[in-house]
């Protein structure tokens, strides 16, 4: 069965305000590119439920969900409101599609698992929104869909999922979800004293853990030692049925809000990796700021998961619609002629960090 990509044209003209960091394109310009490129097309190309109430309560409180929708349709919010479910804030602010874009996200993402039924791939860009819990905002997150996602599985018969996040910042709401669980194994590298603050390496979750926070300047070689020492051995062990990736592209070098520096590669290469590890494989996206180093990594995701040959090279109308992308940032003055031309960045390759490696030995010792 060949991999399913899910999406929506929702994301093309919905933003969290001009000034917000997604006020920019992404879920929108991967589609471009992949069908620019001829990587999608009718039959693999699935467009993605925007999620009932109904079946957001399987993880979100009844009220929080009523409070979302009146957030939308009054498109204000009281102070009270504000106040108890972090709707109106600078964060999580009250714009046109703030319940129905998230809960389209999410809808993909449980779709998702529903097609992994039988076993497969699935990659639902959208998805990966981490932070949301049961009944608040959280970090841009409306909604949690990777929780959501990992219970639709679990609904299906699943008992030994693993959960990946390569995201910069710590998945706490995940974590919160899922603590002490014997069904979820959770996996998260994220950067050190980085916003939400948690995920220390001695933090387990009840056992359901393994956390590796990093110091900024994370490289690729650094993070190819995480994979084969942590990633890897801690999913294998497990014996997964499912595996579950949150793909964020926050920790490349050019990403405003992280100071992790990896190029593309090691998206890929996770990818790549996991591949094969497990009967299903649902790919979500995550963070990401920089509206081409999204594009590029997400799209060559794409390729990954479906074992095509990235180009040296983009073709005329893949490189029109990276030119055609406006960012109000300094580094979007004068974009590299890259970040046009290419999928692939440069490797930043570098030292492995002695501390780093006191870190994995750490948490290697946890593994049967």
Known sequence: MQPVFIGSEIYRHSTYGT??????PRVSTVIDLCR???WLNQQNYRVSPCAKPSALHAFHTPDYITALQQAE???????????????GTLSNPVFAEMYRRPATAAGGSMLGAELLREGGIVFSPAGGTHHGLADRANGFCYLNDPVLAILTLLKSGLDRIVYVDIDAHHC???ESAFAGSAKIRMI???ETRRWPFTGALTDTAGGAAFNLPVERGLNDDEFYTILDQLILPATTSFRPQAIVLQCGADAVAEDPLSRLTLSNNAHWRTVAALRGLAP???VLGGGGYNPWSVARLWTGVWAVLNGTEIPDRLNNTSQSTLRGLRWNRAAGKRPPLHWFETLRDRPNSGEVRDTLRADLAQLAARLP
């Open 19 to 24: 000034q917000h960091p997604l006020a920019i």
């Open 36 to 38: 620019a490129q001829g």
């Open 73 to 87: 349709a009054e498109q204000a919010v009281s102070n009270d409101t504000r106040s108890r479910y972090g709707l």
């Open 172 to 174: 706490d709401g995940v």
């Open 188 to 190: 998260s590298v994220h």
């Open 280 to 282: 299903r494989l649902l």
